[in-house]
């Protein structure tokens, strides 16, 4: 099959990363591979006239139409490793007449679902591949690109649900995998001193500042404790750093190593796609503690793989650190059930789904 995936940029994180890896897999299977993308530059004539016919369609704003669909930034991370695997096309624009035909297209929900719903056939068969849905609430224009005829791929089965009973579409599970070849526990020694791990974003949906809230009522209980946290959106201000161990942008091998460190990985999102990091800690053995932040719901089951709590429960996200750091017992059954449940999420599995949906979908 002739495959073409549209994506934002090409920096190897979050989704576009998922794109990006099954874009590698499925060549690896010999189907003829394009990847789509924008160099960031100025608006042109031609972008202008797409984007006022888009404002038309959607009903968005001109602004808005530029700016999350046709004006994106350029790639910051090199991806060899997707090099002689894919056919990578930087165009000015998405117009019609520069997009490669193909047998299946591939759109990511956002500004692009209006554009590629107005290609002809030869561009392929349309799909559009939902990562997240309504993170800062559900916006007009994911309510636009749920309705168009796409065929649908989620990465979770809360998005699933959602396009079911809001909007009575069905779609494809496309389950998110985790690399555990890449992400497993490594021979770092536990210190003393009990090791919590979190994310550091900057995003309100992350509620890092519930996590932060939620350690320090902890640590009034349990002392001999300490955060640890990493992240890529720009380092932390000082009132975080004075809690915790700080990697900035820390390679992937070192990632490995401080998710096998932390006894406890907390995740206090209000609202996630999937939750990459919580699943990698997982695979890394360590316990998880987590909101019920929707994307969750797939690998995170109160007291069986996880502790859950509800997103904003600053107090009861405490109280499940506390818990898992002072039983033992039950802080290690979490911890194997999560990562023998993560075994199962593996990048063959859904490829595996991801061929078939595309293959049926021609016939």
């Not at 949906?205 to 890529?232: E, P, R, Y």
């Not at 898992?324 to 290690?332: I, V, Y």
Request: charged share 20%; aromatic share 10%.
């Amino acid at each position: 099959m002739k495959i073409t995936f549209l994506t934002p940029h090409l920096n190897v994180a979050g989704g576009v990363k998922n794109i990006l890896t099954f874009a590698k897999l499925l060549a690896a299977r010999g189907h003829r591979i394009n990847i789509v993308t924008q160099p960031s530059g100025k608006l042109n004539r031609t972008n202008l006239k797409l984007a006022l016919s888009y404002t038309q369609q959607t009903g968005f704003s001109l602004s808005r139409i530029i700016a999350k669909g046709l004006h994106i930034a350029t790639p910051s991370t090199p991806i060899e490793w997707l090099a002689n695997k894919a056919s990578i096309h930087r165009i000015p624009n998405l117009e019609e007449s520069l997009m490669p035909d193909a047998d299946i297209i591939v759109c990511t929900g956002g500004s692009d679902g209006p554009i590629v719903n107005a290609y002809g056939p030869q561009k392929g068969e349309k799909f559009v591949f939902f990562q997240h849905f309504g993170a800062h609430g559900v916006t007009r224009e994911e309510e636009a690109v749920a309705q168009m005829p796409f065929k649908k791929l989620v990465l979770a089965s809360w998005i699933k649900e959602l396009l079911y009973d809001r909007f009575g579409e069905e779609s494809t599970l496309v389950r998110c995998p985790v690399d555990t070849n890449f992400f497993h526990p490594t021979t770092c020694n536990h210190e003393k001193i009990h090791t919590v791990g979190m994310l550091y974003h900057t995003a309100p949906w992350k509620g890092v500042t519930d996590g932060i809230k939620a350690f320090q009522i902890a640590k009034q209980h349990i002392s001999n404790m300490k955060l640890v946290m990493f992240g890529c959106v720009g380092k932390p201000l000082l009132r975080f750093t004075r809690y915790c161990d700080f990697y900035y942008n820390p390679p992937q091998e070192s990632l490995r190593d401080i998710y096998s460190s932390c006894d406890v990985w907390v995740c206090p999102s209000r609202t996630e796609g999937f939750g990459m990091t919580s699943a990698e800690a997982m695979a890394c053995k360590s316990c998880l503690v987590t909101t019920d932040n929707g994307g969750s719901r797939d690998f995170a089951f109160h007291n069986k793989t996880a502790l859950v709590s509800p997103p904003q429960d600053v107090n009861k996200l405490a109280e499940n650190i506390i818990l898992a750091l002072q039983d033992e017992s039950l802080r290690k059954k979490l911890a194997s059930n999560g990562y023998d449940l993560i075994q199962t999420f593996t990048w063959e599995a859904a490829t595996d789904i991801l061929e078939t949906t595309f293959a049926e979908a021609l016939h």
